[in-house]
């Protein structure tokens, strides 16, 4: 357990000395959110689909969390580079206490972002539902923290390098993020593209948001539930599969 | 302490460690030396647990380094051909992390932590971050580090490298400080001979993948009728100077710099 926290707490440490980072990694959300948010708001109104921001902010919020979990994840390809990996990997401690470890301290800068994504939104005009649903909210801020962080410990577990970035970026994090229906309602889209926000994690999380902070469930609050933590199991053994096989 | 008897590790067609056998006794100062690219740290991974050999027997304390990794791991300790320090964590945080890692009892982690850090002589420097130490600085914390759960083996590849003669001097005097009061094995590599000389009780000199001569400096150098045991490596190992294939790591660096991290 202690060596769970203290590489939980690494992480942490990091990511709150790294002033650049919390502020650098935030400018792509509010760019969406301002950007789309007021750009289409009028148009989205006149169509009939009720306030923009209140259906764009869950997503955005998804959106933050994602893109920091999956990078949070794929730091040990840079704990790799600088040689601290090497440090956790010949220590007496099993490589699933280690990649617990890093995951939930990934995970919870993940959901810091989130959070101040989150008063962003408010400042851009936000408004939750019901009070008493913030802690369901935050509940699925956090699952979608876990899983995306172990999805990131998965893909930095079997890269070498960083030559696979932009593939990660533009195949992996941007279609995740396009077909979860963050951005847009997904019940009368096409066919191809409604299987595609089915088979997205990030869907039942943008959906579990929505539901809890503005508007109502599409999946239903226990399918979302449900979808979020088996595949956050999954992904956690795979990830802890893949960093055992780690060799240096 | 270190038992290895027909070792062999493969990367595909090339053979990086070839039928390699020795033994360190207890509280020995044992150098392994070879050229670039001879296969001393693909031994030292070995050893150490984070590389599975092809072939052959290991045994480091008495424990298979394969099948018993965790006994393995806890008997020794490592600095690391490259630096392994979190540079975003203060001094005293890494090394209470690595505390933390190997079981070390809160109590314990901090009066080990202020001795070894007196030791090195960074006792003043444990609040700063490790991203503002000299690289001889972090060699030295590096060694702090691996004593903190007092191992039996301490394993050091060329912990000298690239540092100024001060700092060498400085290093070798606390390893061998180490190994007269604690006892401990000490395995290192290095390409500096006349450090080798100095330190070693013992030295084996490794050429691709074999190991072609092992005794004390003394009788290498009689053995070969050379004055200093950096002639005798030369007119063991010969004069063509060899390249290592560039490693995924080495090319990371190169992007880490682009990225200025």
């Known amino acids: 357990m202690d060596v769970i926290c203290i590489l939980a707490l690494r992480q942490l440490k990091r990511y709150l000395r790294a002033r650049a980072r ?24 006149k169509a009939g689909g009720g306030n923009y921001i209140q259906f764009l ?36 401690v099993s490589r699933l206490q280690i990649v617990l470890g890093r995951t939930l301290g990934g995970a919870a ?117 449900i979808v979020l933590s088996i595949l956050t199991a999954i992904l956690l053994t795979v990830g802890s599969y893949f960093f055992s096989r780690i060799q240096l | 302490m270190i038992e290895v008897r027909d070792l062999v590790k493969n990367f595909g067609e090339f053979c990086a460690v070839n039928h390699v056998s020795f033994e360190v006794s207890a509280g020995r100062i044992f150098g392994f030396l070879g050229p670039n690219g001879a296969g001393k740290t693909t031994t030292i991974k070995m050893l150490t647990t984070i590389l599975k050999p092809t072939s052959g027997i290991i045994r480091v304390d008495g424990h298979d380094p394969v099948h018993e990794k965790h006994q393995v791991r806890s008997s020794f300790g490592i600095v690391f051909q490259d630096p392994s320090l979190d540079s975003e964590l203060t001094a005293w945080e890494n090394l209470e992390l690595h505390g933390v890692l190997y079981g070390v009892s809160s109590n314990e982690r901090k009066q080990r932590i202020e001795k070894l850090l007196k030791f090195v002589e960074l006792w003043d420097r444990r609040k700063d971050f490790v991203k503002n130490f000299s690289g001889g600085m972090k060699r030295r914390l590096e060694i702090a580090r691996a004593l903190i759960h007092v191992p039996k083996v301490l394993f050091l590849d060329e912990p000298t490298l690239g540092l100024d003669p001060q700092t060498r001097n400085h290093i070798w005097n606390y390893i ?86």
């Open chain 1, 22 to 45: 919390i502020i650098g990694s935030l400018g792509q959300p509010i760019l969406f959110l301002v950007a789309l948010g007021f750009g289409f708001g009028r148009t989205y109104e």
């Open chain 1, 57 to 92: 902010a869950p997503g955005i919020i998804a959106m933050g969390i994602l893109f920091t979990a999956v990078f949070s994840g794929i730091e040990i390809i840079w704990d790799r580079q600088f040689g601290f990996l090497k440090e956790t990997l010949v220590a007496p």
């Open chain 1, 109 to 225: 800068v993940a959901l810091i972002q989130g959070l101040i994504v989150f008063l962003v939104c408010i400042v851009a005009g936000f408004r939750i539902h019901y009070i008493a649903f913030l802690p369901v909210a935050l509940i699925f801020m956090f699952l979608i923290s876990i899983l995306f962080t172990a999805m990131g410990t998965v893909v930095g577990s079997i890269l070498e390098d960083l030559h696979a970035f932009p593939l990660i970026m533009n195949f992996l994090v941007m279609p995740l993020f396009f077909f979860s229906g963050a951005l847009f309602p997904v019940q009368d889209v096409p066919k191809a593209l409604k299987i595609a926000v089915d088979i997205n994690p990030l869907s039942y999380g943008v959906d579990g948001l929505r539901g809890a902070m503005s508007q109502g469930f599409l999946f239903g609050l226990g399918t979302d539930f």
């Open chain 2, 176 to 261: 061998r400080l180490l190994n007269k009061e604690q006892n401990i094995t000490v395995f290192f590599t290095t390409h500096y001979m006349e450090e080798a000389e100095r330190v070693a009780d013992e030295i084996a000199v490794i050429d691709r993948g074999k190991i072609i001569a092992q005794d004390t400096p003394v009788t290498l150098k009689e053995k070969t009728h050379t004055r200093s045991l950096e002639d005798a490596f030369i007119a063991l190992t010969g004069y063509a100077i060899r390249d290592e294939e560039v490693s995924s790591v080495d090319r990371m660096r190169t992007i880490g710099k682009v990225w200025g991290r």
